[in-house]
């Protein structure tokens, strides 16, 4: 049984950026169509939150009072967004970039629009330019001296940063928000060294948290994540965590092939196959149409 928040069927975040560039459609973001789950013994409920776990009677409780037994438990409660916490961080107009709701949110705006785009990550980069060519005028702001300092080093960044704005994109470096202001909705946004750009839309990518709130709440072990062992079981037997809520030996993954690599060796330990989790190999790519960039291992060459 798969329990979902979200009312769509389960999808593809990854081509977010690919459909708010308009480079796929909404259809080829389902994973799998509906008639595939019911001829495969599972049962999909949707639009509906596990709100607490009985781990003594082993049964999870759903928000509309229903108790659904188990055996094993997965947790794939997946990350939350940040938003940082400046004035005006909850007006109407700001927004992130997280899922198949706020894409469509971003697709509404109009070509002539402007559109500030706050962190200069993978996320950031990827929304800024599907807005881009959707006709927005985008101003990316990055907080640090160089784009994806995670996966690049200080040419490449040079690089990207060129290639980025080559695609109409304004790029911001060293550029820290103090505040997001409009009557109602969002209008402009304050930079702290006093500057003031127009704004009909902000867009948040500024890093990513493990949502472990309802592992906290039956006690399982947390460090940055959910904490798992090799077999990818948590503090308390019988519940399992994958993906970004999921702390392997220290690391947390945010990129998706750890995911799919700890779902596989998951899926492998509870079918009674042989084989663990030992940790992933970082490797990054970034999707923009016409910039091939992929990092990995040590990138600043020490």
Not at 98 to 105: C, G, N, W
């Amino acid at each position: 049984t798969i329990a979902s928040k979200e009312t769509h069927l389960p999808y593809n975040r990854v081509l977010l950026s690919s459909l708010l560039a308009g480079e796929a459609r909404e259809p080829d973001l389902t994973l799998r169509p509906e008639a595939w789950y019911a001829a495969n013994g599972v049962a999909l409920l949707g639009g509906v939150e596990v709100i607490s776990i009985d781990g003594d009677r082993r049964e999870a409780v759903l928000s509309g009072g229903a108790r659904l037994p188990y055996d094993r438990l997965v947790l794939a409660t997946g990350s939350t967004p940040v938003r940082l916490p400046v004035p005006g961080h909850a007006l109407p107009g700001v927004l992130t970039f997280r899922d198949l709701d706020d894409a469509r949110m971003l697709q509404r705006l109009a070509p002539g629009a402007r559109a500030v785009v706050i962190g200069g990550g993978l996320l950031g980069i990827e929304a800024a330019y599907g807005l881009a060519l959707g006709g927005v005028g985008v101003t990316l702001l990055h907080i640090m001296d160089r784009l994806m300092e995670r996966q690049l080093d200080a040419r490449a960044a040079l690089l990207l940063k060129e290639a980025v704005a080559a695609r109409g994109i304004t790029v911001d470096l060293t550029a820290e928000t103090a505040a997001i202001e409009g009557r109602g909705a969002v209008e402009r946004v304050v930079l702290k060294d006093g500057r003031v750009l127009p704004a009909d839309m902000v867009v948040m990518a500024a890093g990513i948290r493990p949502e472990t709130t309802l592992a906290r709440s039956i006690g399982l072990e947390i460090g940055r994540g959910i904490k798992v062992d090799d077999a990818l079981e948590t503090s308390r037997a019988g519940i399992h965590a994958i993906g970004e809520c999921a702390e392997h030996r220290g690391t947390c993954y945010g990129i998706v092939e750890p995911a799919y690599e700890q779902a596989r060796a998951l899926a492998a330990h509870l079918s009674r196959k042989a084989g663990g989790y030992g940790g992933s190999v970082l490797a990054t790519s970034l999707k923009v149409s016409g910039i091939p960039l992929y990092s990995m291992g040590d990138f600043e060459g020490e």
